[in-house]
Structures are given as C-alpha cells and as structure tokens.
C-alpha cells in the first residue's frame, strides 16, 4: 500500500515562499512520476505540476509558470514543489500525487494521491 504525506504548508504574505515535501512510503519512488495538484475551497482541483521519473522532465499550469518549481530526491523518497511569488490565488489544499508515467500526470491522471497540506496567502 502506498502513502504520501505532504508537509510544508502554512500562512504566508502576498510575495513570500513555502517549501512542500511529499515522502512515499511502501513503493520505490524512482518508478513512479510525481505531481501536485491542488483544491481551493468550492473550486474544482486543479493540476500544477508535474516531474518524470528521473526527474529530467518538468511541467507546470501557466498559473505557476515562473514562480514554482519541482524537483526530486529519489534516495529519499520524496518530491518538492518550491513555490516563490505567492499570490493570494494560490491558497489551497496542495495534494501530491504519483502515477505511472510523466504523461498521465500531465493528462491530469494519478494512482496514489495524498491527504494534502494547506497553504494559505494572506493579501
């Protein structure tokens, strides 16, 4: 049985950064693609980003282009989203996810997903 536990979240001001970590237990995390999606409340959930198994290839939604950042450490299980620029538009529910392949997490699919960390930005 897989489990990811995101941690990281928090309040921060207009402009400031969060660091989110997602560590997997129970599977090997080199065979698996990685992403986050998140959730605003009444809102439909939203993809924003994705990164390969090797970590090679990385995507972002245009909402995050520029601003976010998602990396990997396979040796440790776990995967990062690096979020600078905060805007009170990103508050949310910030789920990790894994699936299968990059190419599903780009289509906004996934196997595994996470209870998710709260991140809120204050104006």
């Known amino acids: 049985q897989v489990q990811l536990a995101e941690s990281g979240g928090g309040l921060v001001q207009t402009g400031g950064s969060l660091l989110l970590s997602c560590t997997a237990s129970?599977?090997?995390?080199?065979?698996?693609?990685m992403g986050w999606f998140r959730q605003a409340p009444g809102k439909e959930r939203e993809f924003v980003s994705a990164?390969?198994?090797?970590?090679?290839?990385?995507y972002y939604a245009d909402s995050v282009k520029g601003r976010f950042t998602i990396s990997r450490n396979n040796a440790k299980n776990t995967v990062y989203l690096q979020m600078n620029s905060l805007k009170p538009e990103d508050t949310a529910v910030y789920h990790c996810?894994?699936?299968?392949?990059?190419?599903?997490?780009?289509?906004?699919?996934?196997?595994?997903w996470g209870q998710g960390t709260q991140v809120t930005v204050s104006s």
């Open positions: 129970g599977r090997t995390l080199p065979t698996y693609a």
């Open positions: 996810a894994m699936a299968s392949n990059y190419a599903r997490l780009v289509g906004r699919e996934y196997d595994y």
């Open positions: 990164i390969s198994r090797s970590g090679g290839s990385t």
